[in-house]
């Protein structure tokens, strides 16, 4: 097992209370105290902590957003992410079973014993401990938090490109079902007219099918070299740099 | 309009920005920077601290108890009524559409209300602040929460009663139905034989009608002037007070 020293550096943050440290890193197959209780509390920690991150960065979004965005930074691959980034899986203390079949891994018992290191900060150094450990973690995320699309699906993700570049919305259709009725699978096109766009794909249910057509028809629109909507307004930019007006722009 | 001086002192906070606490009583549906974004941000916090609350209080409890304990203690109802205790409606700025239908009545507008005020006393003191505010509102609340008991359905609440009785589950069966099918009543029956408790209850769904039945089979057990489970565990008790095994157990 590495030594717990590096981890708190990583951290940023040293424990009075190793106890602490150690419950936190034990998964409930160990013998001895384990995380759980302390993976309630950072969690809540966690939650609130991103929330007034999300607060003060993001003024002019509104709530409906933040919660997006929020529950995209928090959700259980993102803590993964991160207890990677801080080899958390050298420090685990799990039971044998656990051991061999790779429990050290698996993105859930990674996520909740990053949680419950948060919830032990807490403990041992109160609010303002935690809140740095957490915003530490968190920085270089949110530097490149995309506020529009994170955490949004790709039918709603198409709906807003083409509403941006005031197209008509696009027309999903199934156009087969294979299958049984327990395990079937549908085949749903995605058509978008004034693109010259056609994408189809299959899924499990009707929905999933229509989300993973949208995906491909994102990717059709991002690989026209200019779509037809872009060039319109670039045309339309250009013609004005040549006249007066352009010039008032630029006196602002 | 009451003072907003009274609101501060039954809050125990005083805030030096005067208009975060404007802010955190305007609904939306009134001109002006309104509630929303304040409310995200309350519930956090909220939800936060009355975590890290249960979490001392209840030290033995797992991370699934404290999750329903908390559930119970933040849900639209319980801030409502910590709202109201506020007479928080008195203060709401609203517009005049829900002026007119009543809306400083919801319960959704007051406990939205009250989280965008948490929120705001955050923002306004910090969080050791908003800590002392969210404690005093459930302190009271706290000292006779029911750890084992709050916010479970009754069939599960029936089932443990039972299960500490050492008696068999109880019994359901759909004994009727009523109505045409989109509009359908079921009538469920709960049998504890072992008490001779037979009742039944309607319901718009199977689930419905089971839940109002075990609520009644609880009435009818605390109903029973000593349950029969009860009695015969007394009598056995009583039985073994004379005989040398209970001279045993009480030298333990």
Known sequence: ????????????????????????????SHSGPHNERLEFLGDSVLNFVVASL??????KIDEGDLSRLRANLVKQAALADIASRLNLSQYLRLGEGELKSGGFRRPSILADALEALFGAVYLDGGFDAAQQVIQRQYETILDHVDAKTLGKDPKT???????????????????????????????VECQIPALDIKVSAGGASRRAAEQSAAELAITAINAIPQAK?????????????????????EKK
């Open 1 to 28: 097992m590495a030594s717990q020293n590096t981890l708190q550096a990583a951290l940023g943050y040293q424990f009075s209370d190793a106890n602490l440290l150690e419950q936190a890193l034990t998964h409930r």
């Open 54 to 59: 999300l607060f003060v960065r993001f003024p």
């Open 157 to 187: 993700l198409l709906q807003e490109l083409l509403q941006g570049r005031k197209l008509d919305l696009p027309v999903y259709a199934v156009v087969a079902t294979h299958g049984a009725a327990h395990n079937q699978l549908f085949e």
């Open 229 to 249: 909507g872009q060039r319109k307004a670039r045309a339309r930019k250009s013609t004005q740099l040549s006249l007066p007006v352009a010039v008032s722009q």
